[in-house]
């Protein structure tokens, strides 16, 4: 009878550990988001908890989204932002400068 009832505090001892382990777990995104002062906390928190339901689907993607952002470099698209700006720029000036071209043709035409 004793070793009945020490079968069952074990077994609900285990299975306690396991509920919480899976939850400390699924917060392991989160806490690196917290240390990397990521913009998106606590929609990655609260996405942590939507994985629990959907049988742990979302976990990897939120290790990776957790993980993409760094303080020091943001998302990392800064040279390309730049490159992409400086394109932009030169593209708004060969538009200006053939705008000036067609009113010229246009006024000379009349």
Same mark, same amino acid.
């Given at each position: ?7 069952? #505090? ?10 919480? #382990? @899976?939850?400390? @777990? ?5 806490? @690196? ?6 913009p998106h906390q606590d929609a990655i928190h609260v996405a942590g ?9 979302? %976990?990897?993607?939120? %290790?990776? %989204? &957790? ?6 470099? #943001?998302? #990392? ?10 394109? @932009? ?6 538009? &200006? ?14």
């Amino acid at each position: 009878m004793v070793l009945d009832y020490i079968a069952l #505090g074990i077994l609900v001892f285990v299975v306690l550990v396991m509920f919480y #382990g @899976i939850i400390v @777990i699924h917060d392991i995104p989160y806490e @690196i988001a917290k240390h990397r002062n990521h913009p998106h906390q606590d929609a990655i928190h609260v996405a942590g908890w939507v994985s629990l339901f959907t049988l742990h689907v979302l %976990w990897p993607f939120l %290790w990776i %989204w &957790a993980t993409i952002y760094r303080p020091d470099r #943001g998302w #990392g698209f800064t040279q390309r932002l730049q490159h992409d700006e400086t394109e @932009i720029s030169a593209l708004k000036e060969e538009l &200006a400068a053939l705008q000036a071209r067609m009113t010229t043709l246009e006024q000379t035409d009349k």
